[in-house]
């Protein structure tokens, strides 16, 4: 039985209504896709923890928990492991997100996303975000 990986994701919402998408960066597993930032939940670690970690790792912003609103999340079977990714809405953070790991960034419409190639586990959370918004 392939391991189960618990990945945390976020939808960043400006006040535009655009969402912040990256683009995984050359030398990384699925290069070139563009995901929603996040990352994986380190050992005795919450999701909402994770997710303020990695968005000051990979962004160079700052949340709080409290700003983070579950809205729905994705079981995906890789090949290797199966993936569970809990997807967060924030609209609320400080800071202006710059790409601290080689990583692309683009904010992007909701109408829009189908238009830019995801993971396969990324792509199934769509709906939900465009109901959303």
Partial sequence: MAPLVLVVAVALVDADGRVLLARRPPGKAMAGLWEFPGGKVAEGETPEAALIRELR????????????A???????????????????????????????EGQELTWVRPQALRDYPMPPADAPLIPALRELL
């Fill in 70 to 100: 579950p809205l729905t999340f994705a079981s995906h079977a890789y090949e290797s492991f199966h993936l569970l990714m809990p997807l967060y809405v924030c609209r609320t953070w400080r800071g202006t997100p710059h790409p601290h």
């Fill in 57 to 68: 790792e990979e962004l160079g912003i700052d949340t709080h928990e409290s700003c983070l």
